[in-house]
């Protein structure tokens, strides 16, 4: 398989957001070199703090508008920001419109959903 429709992708619930991945984790279309997929922020939602100790992101900011902070450092972000998040560095998001935030993320390399979360 090398297509999926973002409706066919069962939501995964997170603190502060829901994932649905559409590469790699359970998705039909799976990848040695990468995760990808997309996430959503309620209004004026702040996601917790976490860090990648092995994995390097980016973020492709589709709707919504706020702040990212990365190791302390805030960054304002609207529909079309792009995000590079090195490895190890602690970030989080916050969305403080009113409309949901939704977002493309890519992993490199693959990692499990979620597993972050609970460092």
Do not use: W
């Amino acid at each position: 398989m090398n297509t999926v429709e973002l409706s066919a992708i069962k939501k995964i619930n997170l603190p502060k957001r829901d994932i649905q991945v559409l590469i790699g984790g359970n998705s039909p279309i799976q990848s040695e070199y990468m995760t990808f997929g997309v996430a959503t922020v309620a209004p004026k939602t702040k996601m917790d703090p976490h860090v990648h100790d092995k994995e390097e992101e980016i973020i492709y900011i589709l709707s919504g508008s706020g702040y990212v902070e990365i190791d302390g450092e805030k960054e304002n972000l609207k529909k079309d920001t792009v995000i590079k998040l090195l490895i190890g560095k602690q970030h989080c998001i916050f969305n403080e419109s009113n409309e949901e935030m939704q977002f493309v993320f890519c992993f490199n390399p693959p990692l499990v959903i979620g597993s972050y979360d609970n460092e």
